[in-house]
């Protein structure tokens, strides 16, 4: 995978051509995908390495792509740090008890790969599979998964998660330190299995200025990418920010 077009423009580096990356699901638009799912919980979906390896190879086998993303979402290693949650069909992440005080966030624990061992599973799975076409991993960013757990859900306004960021910025840092933290300890184990690049998704970062931007989320992500930033462990890794 490291001598793919993928990778390589990644790297920067010349290719045949120019991967595109649709940031959406493939599979969800197969008829392929949806039997499988049939019945079948998102959340449970993500903790079975077989229905992962098979949904994640659905829509290389159908439209040959340059790269493979992990069939996973982004609650999942908040759900493997002991937040009670459920991904409700038509809406989303849904938090049973909401973030409100700092008891909460202590209640939030870290992860290893004994946490996720279904994740560790299916990227080595995929990684057989694969072969010569790279697998991407990817986690959600502090803000995005914080934004979930003040909420209690989605949210079009994030008016909770603002006001939990300006009026108790101190607990705020403390939630986003710690999901930082777990965001860490997810993409390592994606990694250590073998994938050939990651992505940060911070869906809900568009809801905030650049400068609360900098000064409430831009050092917790920093913290994740930061984690991940040296080279030499990771055998040829690279980061898609």
């Given at each position: ?30 008829p392929e995908y949806r039997e499988i799912r ?46 009670d949650l459920d991904i409700v069909p038509g ?151």
């Amino acid at each position: 995978p490291g001598d793919s077009p993928f990778v390589r423009a990644c790297r920067r580096q010349a290719g045949p051509h120019t991967p595109v990356w649709f940031m959406r699901q493939a599979g969800r638009s197969l008829p392929e995908y949806r039997e499988i799912r049939a019945n079948v919980g998102m959340l449970e979906s993500c903790r079975r390495p077989d229905l992962v390896t098979e949904i994640t190879l659905q829509p290389v086998r159908r439209h040959g792509v340059d790269a493979a993303i992990l069939f996973s979402d982004i609650v999942v290693p908040v759900a493997a740090a002991g937040v009670d949650l459920d991904i409700v069909p038509g809406t989303g992440p849904v938090v049973a008890e909401p973030v409100r005080a700092a008891a909460d966030v202590e209640r939030i624990r870290p992860i290893g790969r004994d946490d996720v061992p279904y994740v560790d599973e299916a990227v080595r799975m995929l990684v057989a599979e694969l072969g010569d076409t790279p697998l991407i991993g990817f986690a959600g960013a502090p803000f995005t998964l914080a934004s979930y757990l003040v909420e209690g859900g989605p949210s079009r306004t994030h008016a909770k998660t603002k006001a939990l960021m300006y009026g108790d910025p101190q607990l705020w840092h403390a939630l986003c330190g710690r999901l930082a933290e777990i965001t860490l300890a997810f993409l390592r184990v994606q990694v250590a299995a073998g994938v050939s690049a990651v992505q940060l998704f911070d869906s809900w970062a568009g809801a905030l200025s650049e400068a609360d931007y900098r000064r409430y989320v831009l050092p917790h992500s920093t913290a994740v990418l930061a984690g991940l930033a040296d080279p030499d462990p990771w055998h040829g890794f690279c980061l898609v920010i």
